[in-house]
């Protein structure tokens, strides 16, 4: 479920960028409407922000550790 919430916020992200991108250059500058969409953008950032940090925090999200160092030869 956490997933699915993740993916709907990203896509939300998209689209209210596209429309910022589509009004600044539909309006030339002469309106605030792309300001207003990108004010949105950010919203949906801090949620989704919001989202990720609570589920690490309650335990429904956990970080992968798929990356591991390892020691080089030279090292050794």
Known sequence: MSTL???VLMILMLA???SAFWYMIKDRG???RT???LTVRISIWVVLFLV???GVYSG???PSNSIRL???KQQQ
């Open 5 to 7: 919430i993740i993916i």
């Open 16 to 18: 209210s960028l596209a």
């Open 70 to 72: 390892q020691p080089s």
């Open 52 to 54: 990720l940090v609570g």
């Open 35 to 37: 300001v207003k969409a």
């Open 30 to 32: 002469r309106s605030d």
């Open 60 to 62: 429904l999200i956990t």
